[in-house]
T-cell receptor
Framework: GNSVTQMEGPVTLSEEAFLTINCTYTATGYPSLFWYVQYPGEGLQLLLKATKADDKGSNKGFEATYRKETTSFHLEKGSVQVSDSAVYFCALSATNTGNQFYFGTGTSLTVIP | EPEVTQTPSHQVTQMGQEVILRCVPISNHLYFYWYRQILGQKVEFLVSFYNNEISEKSEIFDDQFSVERPDGSNFTLKIRSTKLEDSAMYFC?????????????FGPGTRLTVL
């Protein structure tokens, strides 16, 4: 079946630190992979996506590379800011299951000045 | 920028009562979804809706749940007789279906508390 396993949180980092949030997946078919972010009081917002193996999604300094060999889609940012404090969700959409998304549990990130 | 909205932001109800959660998807979108997240657990798919009918539903979406698009703008999730375990954050999402990966746009969620 389809599932996403995401690094447990919460994660606390100092400003300008390097961020990695691990995400691995299990899928039948050819999934597309996503990172969503949820700021306090707001909905899930698409952060970046990748639709095929070796694609790199990037946005706002965040990057993730679709690694089929390791079934991973780890989120990275070289230098976090206080404004990056949020909950981050890894998700997949598999073509053989229509449009439904499969999410990880979410990782809460707090960046301290 | 267009966004998905949900009301109420927080709903408290007694076990056995009916609740209706409301969503206004982005206006030109064609696909609509409900997800839920029980505290500390994964965001789980409940149901998808297209062309005025359910296109997919999960095991969670049993006879106690129903969805409706009563007019051109609202998309509702009804729980007929709430249970304690229905307490969760419920997210509505919509997509236009034109991009190959069906990017979904999410609302801020409704927190349902069943007492």
């Amino acid at each position: 079946g389809n599932s996403v396993t995401q690094m447990e949180g919460p994660v606390t980092l100092s400003e300008e630190a390097f961020l990695t949030i691990n995400c691995t997946y299990t899928a039948t078919g050819y999934p597309s992979l996503f990172w969503y972010v949820q700021y306090p009081g707001e909905g899930l917002q698409l952060l970046l996506k990748a639709t095929k193996a070796d694609d790199k999604g990037s946005n706002k300094g965040f990057e993730a590379t679709y690694r089929k060999e390791t079934t991973s889609f780890h989120l990275e940012k070289g230098s976090v800011q206080v404004s990056d404090s949020a909950v981050y969700f890894c998700a997949l959409s598999a073509t053989n299951t229509g449009n439904q998304f499969y999410f990880g549990t979410g990782t809460s990130l707090t960046v301290i000045p | 920028e267009p966004e998905v909205t949900q009301t109420p932001s927080h709903q408290v109800t007694q076990m056995g009562q009916e609740v209706i959660l409301r969503c206004v998807p982005i206006s030109n979108h064609l696909y609509f979804y409900w997800y839920r997240q029980i505290l500390g657990q994964k965001v789980e798919f409940l149901v998808s809706f297209y062309n005025n009918e359910i296109s997919e539903k999960s095991e969670i979406f049993d006879d106690q749940f129903s969805v409706e698009r009563p007019d051109g703008s609202n998309f509702t999730l009804k729980i007929r007789s709430t249970k304690l375990e229905d307490s969760a954050m419920y997210f509505c999402a919509s997509s236009d279906g034109t991009s190959g990966v069906y990017e979904q746009f999410f609302g801020p969620g409704t927190r349902l508390t069943v007492l």
